[in-house]
DNA sequence: TATGATATCCTTTTT
DNA sequence: GGATATCATA
């Protein structure tokens, strides 16, 4: 064994050890939550690299790119550059490359389009509107739904019409040609050269299926095939794990059954509770050591769990500190419980001396953030809320990248809907309705029915106007098509943002969005600009070959499979983090709280139906209070605003779930009553009088006695009171567009990028239009140009492009 | 065709 | 309540 060997090992404990070093047969690991899970699996990688496996052998599949890049990470410090050749991603990032490198066997051009959710719907909202049938009984979102249910259980349009359940079931929910329209949907995206996201699983699997001998070069390939988080793995994943795993049956697979929580997507938690019984030699090592939480809170997480009748045999424990007992706090509204969770955090993380970074806020709907947001503004207190918001739902971005699709892929119909009037250009929506039906009749792309149409019939004189309108786009389109050859990414960025009128458009606007919009069109180009970079780096390391120039394909074919979620905490860290229990999955925090623990929310209501469903919601639960490292503290409201009115609600049946010696609440949580009787909702009494009655009573007591307690500093009812404290206002939380490729950029650069000075020094005091004035607080040098990073004094920190913003020193 | 007014939908979310 | 989509109107 080489020493570096050992170094892998060391400081594992024997069943994470037996875990890394037994990698020839299939494997399934039970991680229990903080059981070390990530340094399990990036260990075994290092470990089999370090015993002779070569890297381009393995095969690691994630479902986040986050999770990918942590665990490139951390593989390359333990192996070193070898790392770089382990095929590793998000199942969606690494198929899509296999199907651009096989796309010709299924009939789909190597550029194809990845289509966005959206574009997905706006497709199966045209062809509803074609086949004449009402949006009412045909709902795009419910129809998209159960087309992305079919290709996620691989069930194409041929199979779905020949299966009668499933069309018997479409007729009695009224949508008897929910079948034709998934076949029609299939055709229309073949036709567009366009693949959903659910097509990277299902067309992977077509391709494994049907094509013998490119299964067998993937099958030689991946000779060792590792799955992160197999619990929320779906069908289409899990027969492809099957199929190129059929051959050498290394394959590993790391979950916890206890942390199902995304049934409603299509994972299946069968496929890790019988992953025994499809791989018959399978290996099964438990990782049951908690190496992150008190005792308190691994214990009271599994006496809540243990109502689930769903589970793999497994009993998690921590050898750390016992810790502080639970806290259970109740408040009277929603409103109140955001006051005295803020209030509690804000002490607690002061007495401490902690960060704001070591405490999260977990709620269960993100619009349970609002409230809470308002306190903490009003607190002055810095938070940042972890939204899976993609950059898409910023309407410029998706404008720019609209025009680029078009570019690359004419036959992508969504994206020339999308463009041809944006910004408006006196194209309305019948001209696009005509061009749809000539593209119809003559079965081609909209952009093909233009792209003839122009040259042949300028007929009557009213016609004229559109034909001429028409055409200028197609020039327009033409043109830029020319420029994609001629110049690199940032200059032909430029050149669309330019050229297409999308920059002109929003800088004659005065308007903060406008700003916002320019701004977003900026970091766009920033991202191409460093993915130039990022590939000519990799170009003089000798990673990528000469004449595999950066493309603006390449770009966009990362982009499309990259999300808000990825990107990193932009300026200063420390700050409270407010999120889904979804989204705080795989995290960790000194201090979690968990708030709107009431029945119907968590668990909420339409999860109540079943008995999955519920359990599920457990689970939800479970991964909630495992976040926390030493201090778990859960809150409910007796009400809370829900769609416009009060509603009332009783505490969550998880709080009595947990076994009581770890809990300490401020209240009774078995009983159904609420505290003060006297505040009890009386007969013909609404919601709203009760809370005006009982913050009549809070507000006497408040005045009158100065009881301490736990009383909210915050002013929550005291109606027109002065405010107390500092309440500087937050910087609205920006979504900026901050791909995962500025990361690697920053981060790998070795060799600093050499440029020519920008004309600014830090320090500098300098005049933007929009922005005002403000002082130059960075440079950052790129390839060609400077990133300046400004503090306005109305628009606080913006980072800009030197050549690109119209700055003027003062 | 662009704009303001009304209907509609409200878990969770990666890709 | 509130954001977004569709609709009627000038």
Redesign the pocket.
Known sequence: MTTTSDKILEGLNPAQRAAVVNYTGPSLIIAGAGSGKTRVLTSRIAYMIEQGVAPYNILALT??????AEMRERIHTMVGERSRQIRMG????VF?RILRENADVLGFPKEFTIY??NDSKNLV?SIIKERGLS??KY???VVFSRISNAKNSLITPGAYLANAALVGEDRQRQMPELGTIYAEYCRRCKQNGAMD??D?LLQTNILLRDAPDVLARYQELFQYVLVDEYQDTNYAQYIIIRRLSQLHSRVCVVGDDAQS??S??GAKIENILSFQRDYPTAQVYKLEQNYRSTQTIVDAANSVIEHNSRRMKKRCFSEGERGEKIRIFKAYTDREEADMVVTDLRDRVREGGDEWSEAAILY????QS?ALEDVLRRKGIPYRIY????FY?HKEVRDMLGYIRLIINPRDDEAFKRVI?TP?????????ERIAQIAKSRNCSMWEAVDTLVETTPTDAVEKQ?VR?VTEFVALIRSLSLSREAMGLYDFGMEVAGRSGLLAFYRTQNTPEAASALDNIEELLNSLQLFNEQCEAEIRAGEREEFEKPSIEEWLGSI???????ADDEDGNNKVTL?????AKGLEYKYIYIVGCEENLF?????MESME?LE??RR?FYVALTRAKRRATLSCAEMR?K???MEFSRPSRFLSEIDSQYIEADFDIHSQRSRPNTTAAKDGETAIDVLRRRFDVRYQQKSTSSQGGQNPSGSAYRLGGSERGSSQPQPKPQPTFNPATMRRIETSASGHVTSAPCGFAEGERVEHPRFGRGTILRIEPMATDHKLVIAFEDFGEKTLIARLAKLTKL
């Not at 939204?387 to 993609?390: A, L, R, W």
């Open positions: 479902f986040t790119n986050k999770a990918a998000t199942f969606h990032s899509a966005e959710t909202k949006d009412d709902k795009p979102n996201f659910d990277l929580i995304y409603f997507r269960r709907t993100n619009n609002q939204k899976g918001n993609s739902d009037n408006a250009r006196g194209i309305g929506d019948t001209t696009v559109i309108k499309m499979l990259m999300t808000d979620m990825d999120m889904t229990v979804h989204s668990p909420s209501q339409q999860a469903g599920e919601e939800l605003f769609w416009g009115n």
